[in-house]
């Protein structure tokens, strides 16, 4: 019989033990649950102060933000989604904003446009995807003042070398500044 009743209060002393470490497992889960909410919180007001009114910035660039604050990777992407359904981070919308700035006397060619989109942190599928939207090199450079086209070899050459810094291939800009040369001898 005493065999029994030891063997019944190592069994008890056991179940206690393990409830306690049941109950401490169960509660270093919520501190840590607790910690992590916290932390995406935190994220979540570092990007929205980050974003501000206009709600252009890039997914990319909130991106940036919230890792040199220190945030987790994967805490990150969980902030971003959010923003992203609350309608606060739209690449398109970037990509709008970006191409706004980058128009009329400031027109580039499409692929120095899609740099520029990647470089301000769009997801490169929505960059090119939104290049779509955007007029040829063809109509852009058209855009621009060409009237230095029909000066002197310098002025002319200083034109090229401006519009090569801008995208523009090299045929489509001497295509283009014969063409404007041509209209201004008729």
């Given at each position: 019989m005493q065999q029994k009743?030891?063997?019944?209060?190592?069994?008890?002393?056991?179940?206690?033990?393990?409830?306690?470490?049941?109950?401490?497992?169960?509660?270093?889960?919520?501190?840590?649950k607790r910690e992590r909410a916290a932390a995406w919180q935190k994220g979540r007001e570092i990007a929205l102060r980050y974003i501000g009114v206009d709600k252009s910035k890039s997914s990319g660039r909130v991106r940036e933000r919230l890792r040199s604050r220190g945030l987790e990777p994967d805490l990150v992407e969980e902030v971003l989604e959010s923003l992203r359904q609350d309608g606060y981070l739209d690449d398109k919308r970037a990509c709008a904003r970006i191409a706004l700035r980058h128009r009329g006397r400031q027109s580039k060619s499409k692929r120095y446009m899609l740099r520029l989109f990647i470089e301000q942190g769009v997801s490169p599928d929505v960059a090119e995807a939104y290049l779509a939207q955007l007029p040829d090199d063809g109509e852009s450079i058209r855009e621009l003042d060409l009237s230095l086209a029909r000066?002197?070899?310098?002025?002319?050459?200083?034109?090229?070398?401006r519009l090569a810094g801008r995208g523009y291939a090299p045929s489509l800009i001497t295509r283009t500044m014969e063409q404007v040369r041509m209209e201004a001898e008729n």
């Open positions: 009743e030891q063997s019944d209060l190592r069994k008890k002393k056991a179940e206690a033990a393990l409830a306690k470490i049941e109950e401490a497992f169960a509660s270093g889960l919520q501190d840590e000066g002197d070899e310098k002025e002319r050459t200083r034109l090229m070398r």
